[in-house]
């Protein structure tokens, strides 16, 4: 990916801007010029404003990727969710700082900043949201016992940050 | 609008074909086809082309005439257009393959769809396919396909109850029909406890649950139906044709268990044929997973939102069940070439309309559905045929 193809996305996946539609009050991530939900959505041209997400959100629904996108060969096994932000929209990314058999949908989580992926040794290392556990939930019990691979991918995804 | 009609089918075999290029597949499925529909090529009018992803699979763009120039016709100097959808590309190519010959501008047409997927390594033909899903916010992410899939299995799972053990019973299921089509890709039988200890992919997904990656392509012959008698005795009418889309990435629809392309495409495809899914005892359907196929039949009007899972357990959908689905393997085991998929489902209704599925022949019907996603279901395409007298 060019360097400046994700350059210009810094403002979204750094700081999690979106837009809030004056028509409707409706909440996008990322920014939309146009909202998704006005009725009359013609009408909401020009009436985007930026809006900033809180980071809060909830777990949706969750996979454990063993089979990796590119450039998160490293990672595996990586958790990756919906997360259900409280200003309405969703947005797709990471669970980190917590067992994989520890995640569970409904467990509240907060967006944290991580490095994402590098492209090689030379290439641009991205950074964005991923999210980790509030630790509000009373943590459920582990699903199976924890294999070693797992733990160290999780202590090597904080030595990363 | 004229009644559109197929007139001939071909496909080649689908699977892993190291000695065979692209452009010899793309003839051979489109030829096949002309000669099933005893159609001179003086009365062709144009070639539709379903492609996914040539340019960054084999490194070629501007496919379309490139096939027809193979196979012998660009001295005839005729339209030919390459159609893109992610999975559904060969679903659309028949969707205006249908237009073209509806409208009156063309009377007939050819319609392949065509895929190599194996010219490049596993991991980099994963890579190019997840690029059916939204690169800036799922890709960039970590998302692959399965992945993205794998969320809503998850979800299905924890709304509906469905069970590890439903869903095996998808790639089981196909793996039998495979069995039993020469042309598919595997043509193994597999067990559920297989399905179940196979290596995990995206949890709860395993390498079972996921479609493969194929070469092949399929072409089919359409034109009016008006003349279809004097190509075929048993000429299969199009009585719908219809194209839905959605959001691009799953986490911006409104629903991550319904489809609602394949809900809004069916339902117009239903309305214009006058039928209801309770009419239709055939069906080809997308199957890229075992959740994307419960999904579909409940999307589809087969089962009752949330009992896919347990329905399929029992047998609704197995051949000779209340709807005899994918009896060609369907993506799962006849295989997954993503441009010729949706023309390969309509290869094989042809045929199972026609009562020349052999082994794996359905229970006569007049009606069949193919219903074709792109990506995790930002496009759908659903026609619906009918065996024309």
Known sequence: MSIARFWRETPRRYNLGGSKCLTCGTVAFPPRVVCPTCTHHRQSIGKMAPFQLSGEGEVESFTIVHDPAEGFEMQVPYVLALVRTPEGPRLTGQIVDVEPESVAIGLKVHATFRKLREEGKAGVIHYGYKFAPTGEDEPPPPRAPAVAARAEGAVRDRAEA | MRDVAVLGVGQTKFGELWDRSFREIGIEAGLQALVDAKLSSEDLGGLFLGNMASGALIEQEHIAPLILDYAGLAGRHLPAVRIEGGGASGGLALHQGFLAVASGLYDYVVVGGAEKLTDVADATAAQILSSTADHEWEVVFGATLPALWGLVARRHMHLHGTTREQLARVPVQAHEMGAKNPNAHFRNRITVEQVLHAAPVAEPLGLFDCAPLSDGAAAVVLGPLETARKHTDTPVRIRASEVACDAMALQH?????????????????????????????????????????????????????????????????????????????????????????????????????????????????????????????????????????
């Open chain 2, 253 to 389: 629809r409104r629903e991550t268990t319904i489809g609602e392309a394949t809900v809004a495409a069916a339902q117009a495809a239903f309305r214009r044929a006058r039928r209801d899914p309770k009419d239709v005892r055939l069906a080809e359907i997308s199957d890229g997973t075992s959740i994307g196929a419960l999904i579909a039949l409940e999307d589809l009007g087969f089962a009752e939102r949330g009992r896919a899972g347990p329905e399929f357990a029992d047998g609704a959908f197995a051949l000779g069940g209340r709807v005899t689905v994918n009896p060609s393997g369907g993506l799962k085991a006849q295989g997954c070439p993503f441009g010729a998929v949706g023309v390969a489902q309509v290869v094989e209704l042809v045929r199972q309309l026609r009562g020349e599925a052999k082994e794996r022949q359905a229970p006569a019907t007049e009606l069949a559905l193919a219903h074709d996603l792109g990506g995790t279901g930002a496009t759908a395409v659903v026609h619906l045929l009918e065996r024309a007298g």
